[in-house]
């Protein structure tokens, strides 16, 4: 028990710190999430989302959320750089129509 409680202490020694994390429930989120981690450490655990839990962990997820934030990442970069005249001949607007609807 006194390991654990080594490791939940997460206290800050400055107090103005202490006093910001213990107001905005900082501490009690870090808490929780070390027995979560301690909790998933155990060799039979079971996620509570199996199946989201594997999609999330897939390569084809990580692939289509890489081309996702490229293509927005590159559409961020056109939009910067033109010059606001509309002389895109609406491109910009049904590229942001359609980031919109991949996003919802």
Do not use: C, W
């Amino acid at each position: 028990e006194m390991v654990l409680e080594e490791v939940l202490d997460t206290r800050s020694k400055n107090p103005l710190i202490d006093l910001f994390k213990s107001r905005l429930g900082i501490y009690r989120l870090e808490d929780n999430i070390k027995m979560e981690r301690i909790n998933r450490a155990q060799h039979d655990y079971v996620h509570r989302f199996p199946r989201l839990y594997r999609l999330v962990k897939s390569a084809q997820f990580d692939i289509i959320f890489g081309i996702i934030v490229t293509i927005n990442a590159i559409t961020i970069g056109i939009q910067t750089s033109s010059d606001g005249t509309g002389s895109d001949g609406g491109l910009m607007e049904n590229i942001e129509r359609l980031r919109a609807q991949i996003s919802t």
